[in-house]
């Protein structure tokens, strides 16, 4: 009997300590996929935060990647969910949008920091709209071994005939491979490979806003010069690329077999813990004579407002944070790799990442072609561009073919392209 | 005449499972055939109910069409793997344990049934290693063996799909056989071996004949495991049945289509209609194989 007494004062004390505090504190919960960055926000992002704003309380609050999207909706059918939620890119975060459960962003301060590209994977399709505050962008590049170019004494090519020279060189050494990529897993060969030197070929936005218009095509000019390019790639790739997967790739290049990876910069961290080598980064080659160059500066995550959120007025303080050049740099080098959409000035200290990002002040950025609205239909854009570039890769079809099969599968359901 | 009691106890016994089964198995199929008459405007909101609508799609749909026609054809030559290469080996590797020749037969029976009890994401790693371009082409160039991309060519990804399927399941079928073969009365053996046969007459007229019932429940187990595989092909090809959809089940693409897949969003109601070809399709196999064969097995086993 007394026990139970003493238990019941207990929770009392705890309910009204709790109560006391919440006047004067607000608890944000940010609902997030990137359970590998937990420590990173715990650690370095939100005391930053939290030594400005000492009335505000952040958790993160990460789930598994592959159950996110489900978890997330749920938890904002049943009311349950943080009060901020991180976005994935365009239509799974453009479906809560229309649904109401994401808050408009427009009169956020901040936004103002974020160009077109950036916002564009968070915008509703006649653009009238910003819900989420765009976070990071992954930059597709080339890394390569520097022991190994300073081996066979090349340099860091910038054009498409450079480029070969060098690849021929590699080959004609027949010690590495000279391009570490395998066409097992697809989407390397869409992603690192098609989406990575493609823009240089579509002319980066103008290609891409074409094919969502109809005035572009995949299989003719720019596209189809771009799986054109990709199938040269054949001859350079390592011995039995066909059943080579991305991790296999990843330890080729780390075991320095192999002289030049096509990447995602998210791989700079991966190298960094695993090379034990020096490596470096240059970026797509333009094909010869042409001056402008185009990188693909892939608006990756973003975050918004729970719409039904109690604690708006603080949800918005934070993401105006988000939006400011003081958390672009905390992110931008506590994830090397993972670069800031803002427009403000970012010092990145990873030479490969600074590397990366400075591609920015040299070439036209755009976002992978098959992300804005053209991945909406059957056959879904993105995985026919997957297997499409891993057959041509595989020599089972040619750049025409493959060009041709997409732009049917985009023709099928597409109005602006019928 | 005295009236029984009303047996309480077999309807306790039999409870948690049949609680355990409907709640778990037989509500969910209901279920998921019930959405697969349902289809979900393109504009959102409440399911619509359309009837067969989703698999008249299924099997007319120039989209849809080619998908399913080659996922049940991938699908049946997994089948026929395992039927042409699986059973037949499990049979012949139960003979030779039955025997009585063979020295160390506990650690073959061990050995060769020790993969079906490791667990499937496992055995896709280990192979998936072995024939790696990376750590498998280092190994086999040991023995002088140049080794192709199997898993990465059109034309073998399928069959090595399958082999390994093969391989890691033989030990099953092997076991009932040789429980079957065992059980054979030494009498029937002994008289037609004083009859003059010889050990492979004694096989096919003798031993096959009487386990006869037991190759029919191993070819249907294989026919049901086989129309619903996915998770091997899941792990070492990915859920797109790589390389160019050459080894895409009835299984991945009802993941795909169910779950949704990287970009493509998830479509519900298709899924479970993908889901229902599957079961219709085990079911009819099931059905037929009730109602023609083990009919006749059982009219012949009351008959000896």
């Keep these: 009997m007394k026990k139970s007494t003493l238990l019941i004062l207990c929770l009392a004390l705890t309910l009204l300590v709790g109560v006391a505090s919440a006047q004067d504190t607000v608890t944000l919960t940010i609902e997030s996929w990137r359970n590998d960055d937990l420590t990173i926000w715990e650690d370095t992002i939100l005391p930053v935060f939290e030594a400005q704003y000492p009335n505000i309380d952040v958790v993160f609050s990460p789930t598994a990647p592959a159950e996110y999207n489900a978890a997330l909706n749920s938890k904002l059918e049943g009311g349950t969910a943080g009060d901020l939620i991180t976005c994935r890119p365009f239509d799974a975060s453009l479906a809560l949008y229309q649904s109401g459960y994401l808050a408009s962003l427009n009169d956020l301060s901040g936004m103002e920091n974020f160009s077109d590209v950036a916002r564009s994977a968070w915008i509703t399709d006649d653009g009238a709209d910003v819900f989420c505050v765009p976070m990071a962008s992954v930059i ?102 066909q059943a080579q997967t991305y991790p296999d790739s990843q330890n080729i290049f780390a075991l320095g077999l192999g002289a030049i990876y096509p990447s995602g910069s998210w ?152 | 005449m005295s009236k029984k009691a009303f047996p309480w106890h077999i309807v306790v016994f039999l409870a948690p499972a049949v609680i355990i089964y409907t709640l778990f198995m037989i509500y969910p199929l209901l279920d998921s055939l019930r959405l697969s008459l349902y289809t979900v405007p393109e504009q959102g909101g409440a399911e619509v109910f359309i009837g067969l609508g989703n698999y008249q799609r299924l099997f007319t749909d120039p989209f849809w069409q080619p998908q399913i026609t080659r996922a049940l054809a991938n699908t049946f030559e997994f089948f026929v793997f395992h039927m042409l290469v699986q ?32 667990s499937v994401v496992l055995i896709g790693f280990i192979w998936q290693l072995i024939l790696s371009p990376v750590f498998g082409r280092a190994l086999f160039a040991q023995i002088g063996i140049r080794l192709p991309p199997l898993l ?39 008289a037609a071996r004083v009859d003059g046969a010889t050990a492979l007459d004694v096989f096919w007229r003798v031993k096959l004949p009487l386990i006869m019932p037991t190759v029919g429940i191993v070819a249907v187990l294989t026919f049901v495991g086989n129309f619903n595989a996915f998770d091997l092909v899941y792990t070492t090809q990915g859920a797109l049945g790589a390389p160019d959809y050459s080894t895409d089940l009835l299984g991945t693409l009802f993941y795909r289509t169910f779950f949704g897949f990287q970009l493509q969003l998830p479509n519900q109601t298709m899924g479970t209609a993908v889901a229902g070809v599957m079961f219709l399709i085990i079911l009819a196999g099931v059905l037929i194989y009730l109602f023609t064969i083990q009919r006749r097995l059982v009219a012949n086993t009351v008959e000896m």
């Design chain 1, 140 to 241: 597709h590049g080339f890394i390569y071994n520097m022991d190994i170019f300073a081996e066979l004494g090349l340099e860091e090519p910038a054009t498409v005939s450079e480029f070969y020279a060098v690849l021929e060189a590699i080959k004609a050494d027949g010690n590495y491979t000279p391009l570490v990529m395998g066409t097992a897993d697809q989407w390397e060969s869409a992603t690192m490979g098609f989406q990575n030197i493609g823009p240089n070929y579509w002319m980066g936005e103008t290609g891409r806003l074409g094919l969502i218009d109809g005035s572009a095509k995949y299989n003719e000019g720019g596209f189809l010069a771009a799986f054109e390019a990709l199938g040269e790639w054949a001859p350079y790739l390592g011995d039995g690329y």
């Design chain 1, 267 to 418: 791989d700079i961290s991966v190298f960094n813990s695993t090379a034990e080598f020096e490596f470096g980064a240059f970026k797509p080659p333009v094909p010869d004579g042409q001056d402008e160059c185009y990188i693909s500066d892939h608006t990756d995550i973003a975050i918004g407002m729970n719409a039904a959120t109690p604690n708006a007025e603080a949800a918005q303080t934070f993401l105006s944070w988000v939006a400011s050049a003081e958390f672009a740099t905390l992110y931008s080098n506590a994830l090397p790799g993972f670069f800031s959409l803002s427009s403000e000035p970012v010092v990145v200290e990873d030479p490969v990442a600074a590397e990366f990002v400075g591609w920015r002040n040299e070439c036209a950025s755009t976002i992978r072609s098959s992300y804005q609205i053209l991945s909406r239909g059957e056959p879904n854009n993105e995985t026919q561009l997957w297997e499409v570039s891993a057959s041509i890769l595989n020599g089972t079809v040619t750049a025409q073919e493959g060009a041709d099969t997409v732009q049917a599968g985009l023709e099928a359901w597409f109005e602006p392209q019928q």
């Design chain 2, 87 to 118: 059973n037949p080996l499990a049979l012949l590797l139960a003979t030779l344990l039955a025997s009585r020749f063979v020295a160390g037969r506990a650690i073959y029976r061990t050995l060769i049934f020790t993969p079906s009890v490791l």
């Design chain 2, 152 to 190: 990465g060519q059109v034309e073998t990804a399928l069959p090595v799909v399958s082999l390994i399927s093969v391989w890691q399941w033989v030990g099953v079928p092997m076991m009932l056989f040789l429980a079957a073969l065992i059980s054979i009365p030494d009498e029937l053996i002994e």
